[in-house]
């Protein structure tokens, strides 16, 4: 594994050569400093930039096209075991509006969302790793295009899921079960694990079976270690199978999946090193069209083309702007 020196180096040449940092030479301080802010009022915005990340790269390549989406079109893309939270979006649209404000419109929200995921599981207590720059804003939503469909919660074959990811270019198993560790923070409602509790076959489905029928709407942690912090835990965990979701258990109880479970149980390090690496791919996920579209001047939650009034997503009024002919 690469020394902490050696990716203080290539982050520094990471900024230095890349398109965005050229374009806005403040972004990364900018990034850095509102995302730090943000994670000491709401530490869930962490996990909210994760998801975001997942269900924007998965699809079409990282373009942004998530934040063009309807509530209802979210919905269907996001599946049942990932809400996209809104209060994280806007974390995205406010990094957009101190960029533009201090470079002008030279950063694509694509780009911000890389870096702001980024910066969020640093913050947390998790690695560095290396994302791509200058990817343009795609000019239409994630539903309207065929798109990449996540694996749900209740998916238990892990070869289902490897093969899932492949088609993603995240051809090694490895790459499930590291992405799987972004669960180490984060939390779920009990409809989105159901399935597993209607199963009830061990002590902790029983026992999130039995907190879900005396709280329904209850938010479940899904790592129950340490649920704030960015580390191994997840994994620790599964060991003791108290994995939430079915698709978690599968990877401790699948022979080509259980061992680096194992590992990255006992070893946050090894953990670190892969979910970098694969967090690294998932970045530079294929655009079936290449890297095509715009950087949104005026909203990461419409194109440059539409008339901007004042727009709800999901919820949070986002003032808007009329865009120029």
């Not at 401790?252 to 970098?276: C, L, N, P, R, W």
Request: proline fraction near 5%.
């Amino acid at each position: 594994m690469a020394s902490s020196s050696a990716l203080a180096v290539l982050a520094t040449l990471s900024l230095l050569l890349s398109p965005a940092a050229a374009a806005c030479p403040h972004l990364d301080g900018i990034v850095r400093s509102t995302v730090q802010d943000a994670l000491r009022q709401e530490i869930a915005l962490a996990a909210g930039l994760l998801r975001i990340f997942f269900h924007d790269c998965f699809p079409n390549g990282c373009d942004a096209s998530i934040l063009l989406n309807t509530t209802s079109d979210r919905e269907t893309a996001r599946g049942p075991n990932l809400t996209i939270q809104p209060r994280a979006m806007q974390l995205v649209e406010l990094i957009r509006t101190k960029a533009h404000a201090a470079c002008g419109p030279t950063v694509s929200c694509a780009d911000i969302t890389l870096l702001a995921t980024r910066a969020a599981v640093i913050a947390s207590g998790g690695p560095w790793f290396p994302v791509p720059e200058g990817n343009l804003d795609s000019l239409t939503p994630a539903a309207q295009s065929k798109v990449f469909e996540l694996p749900g919660p209740a998916t238990d074959s892990v070869a289902a899921l490897v093969a899932r990811f492949a088609t993603r270019g995240l051809d090694d198993a490895a790459d499930l079960v590291a992405l799987s560790g972004a669960h180490t923070i984060g939390r779920s409602q009990c409809g989105s694990f159901s399935e597993r509790t209607k199963r009830s076959d061990d002590t902790f489905s029983k026992k999130l079976a039995a907190n879900c029928t005396k709280r329904p709407n209850m938010l479940q942690n899904l790592d129950v270690v340490t649920p704030d912090l960015f580390d191994n835990g997840y994994f620790r965990a599964l060991t003791f199978n108290q994995g939430v979701f079915t698709s978690d258990m599968a990877l401790i109880k699948d022979g080509a999946t259980k061992g680096m479970v194992k590992q990255f149980a006992e070893s946050k390090e090894a953990f670190f090193a892969q979910f970098a690496k694969s967090m690294a791919k998932l970045a530079n996920a294929p655009k079936p069209d290449g890297n095509k579209g715009e950087i949104r001047r005026f909203s990461c939650f419409r194109t440059n083309a539409q008339r901007i009034e004042t727009v709800v997503v999901d919820g949070v009024e986002e003032e808007g702007f009329a865009a120029s002919a």
